[in-house]
Nanobody
């Protein structure tokens, strides 16, 4: 069993930055690859970024390349998403997920999901 809890969302102006955090609890979930997804109103959930358990492998959706950085601190069981140069189209609920590997997560095959944190980017 495990649980993921996101934090760090909020309201920011276009061009600004936010750092999201995803804290994990539970022995099993600590060893999983982790990812961020987002879902905007009226749209399907989409993959944002993923990171392997070791942190040695990361993948990004085109929408975040060059602007978003995923990282993790295994000592704290926490994964981060640093988001820079935010755009109004980044407005969404951001979800953290855990799964077996980054490729599976990119295909939305996750074992655990968080409850989400709202990110709103004003123009």
């Amino acid at each position: 069993q495990g649980q993921l809890v996101e934090s760090g969302g909020g309201l920011v102006q276009a061009g600004g930055s936010l750092r999201l955090s995803c804290a994990a609890s539970g022995r099993t979930i600590r060893n999983y690859a982790r990812a961020w997804f987002r879902q905007a109103p009226g749209k399907e959930r989409e993959f944002v970024a993923a990171i392997s358990w070791s942190g040695g492998q990361t993948i990004y959706a085109d929408s975040g390349k060059g602007r978003f950085t995923i990282s993790r601190d295994n000592a704290k069981n926490t994964v981060y998403l640093q988001m820079n140069s935010l755009k109004p189209e980044d407005t969404a609920v951001y979800y953290c997920a855990a799964g077996s590997n980054v490729d599976g997560l990119a295909a939305q095959r996750a074992h655990y999901w968080g409850q989400g944190t709202q990110v709103t980017v004003s123009s």
